[in-house]
């Protein structure tokens, strides 16, 4: 089914005024868009919510965060990867989606995956962390159809390059993804890179950007299914629920995958939010689209049957 959330609130039309005064050429836009401070950024320490826990372990060459809430009443786990183009590690933002994530199903464990990233760590360093990680789950007991998978950006984008790798490989695939705004296209090959190109307040008007650094695949071919998504058949993916700003650059990137998801005869959810924005729903609760968009994600892993 798709859908699109046509209502733009007064919050995000000043929060999308603010993108555009802070990504401006003018200040410190450039490194933005170009990813530098995504590479250098130094937060606090994220603190743990009351009554939760947290652990990070090693696991091969990576690591990976769990998230463990007060209460589990479910058997599924969500195995999380971060956006921040292949070049941003685990950050505070997606500790935070941990936590909403934990909290539904009346109490999930989630895995988030910081994986290795480029220039020093290229293609294919975070997709072997991916691998890693999710036969660390089965591992542990847990089966295809109990892990949810998580990704937003280019952990979107890898989510789904897992999917391919297990079914070539000859593993099951993780039965449901929840994929926001997934960079599935590095070849920057859709209609959305032109359309969106003066309207993206985060990436456009400019192709000094991440998007199209290639800093990530570092001389393989970007039509690699494995590093663009966009390139593989689809056959045997998840169920699905894609979610996507229409003034996103990134937009072709959601709506030609799930255009491809439905040729493969795959099931799929996915939510055009007019006006919106590259990972609006990091403003919830503040915005009223990321409210709605993080209740869509919850209703949908809610009608999982388990």
């Known amino acids: ?21 802070a990504t401006s050429e ?3 836009g450039p490194k933005i868009k170009d990813g530098t401070l995504r590479k250098k950024v130094k937060e606090p320490q994220w603190h743990c919510p009351e009554g939760y826990s947290f652990l990070r372990i090693q696991v091969k060459k990576c690591y990976v965060e769990i998230l463990t809430p007060p209460k589990i009443q479910s058997n599924m786990v969500v195995l999380q990867m971060h956006g921040g183009g292949y070049i941003g590690r685990m950050k505070n933002a997606y500790r935070n989606y941990a936590k909403e994530y934990a909290d539904m199903r009346n109490g999930m464990k989630v895995y988030s995956l910081d994986y290795r990233v480029a220039p020093r760590h290229p293609y294919p360093a975070a997709l072997h962390d991916a691998v890693a990680v999710y036969h660390l789950l089965v591992s542990l007991g847990y089966d295809s159809g109990q892990i949810i998978l998580a990704g937003d950006s280019a952990g979107g984008g890898l989510c789904l390059a897992l999917c391919a790798c297990l079914r070539d490989h000859g593993k099951s695939v993780p039965a449901n ?13 859709g209609s959305s890179y032109e359309e969106n190109y003066t309207k993206d307040p985060l990436f456009g008007n400019t192709k000094e950007s991440m998007i199209y650094s290639g800093e990530y695949y570092a001389g393989h071919d970007p039509h690699d299914p494995y590093i663009s998504p966009i390139f593989d058949s689809f056959k045997e993916f998840p169920r699905m629920l894609f979610q996507v700003g229409s003034i996103e650059m990134l937009l072709s990137d959601t709506l030609d995958a799930v255009a491809k998801a439905k040729e493969a005869g795959c099931k799929v959810d ?6 919106m924005f590259h990972e609006f729903q990091m403003a919830n609760p503040f915005l ?7 209740q869509e994600v919850k209703e949908f892993i809610e009608r999982i049957k388990e």
């Not at 993804?177 to 090959?189: E, G, K, N, R, Y």
């Not at 996915?270 to 006006?275: E, F």
């Open 1 to 21: 089914m798709d859908k699109k959330n046509k209502e733009i609130s007064l919050q995000a039309k000043m929060l999308r005024k603010c993108i555009q005064m």
């Open 26 to 28: 003018h200040l410190i």
């Open 177 to 189: 993804a929840v994929l926001m705004s997934p960079w599935t296209d590095l070849t920057a090959s």
């Open 288 to 294: 009223p689209e990321a409210k709605k968009a993080w």
């Open 270 to 275: 996915c939510t055009v939010y007019d006006g």
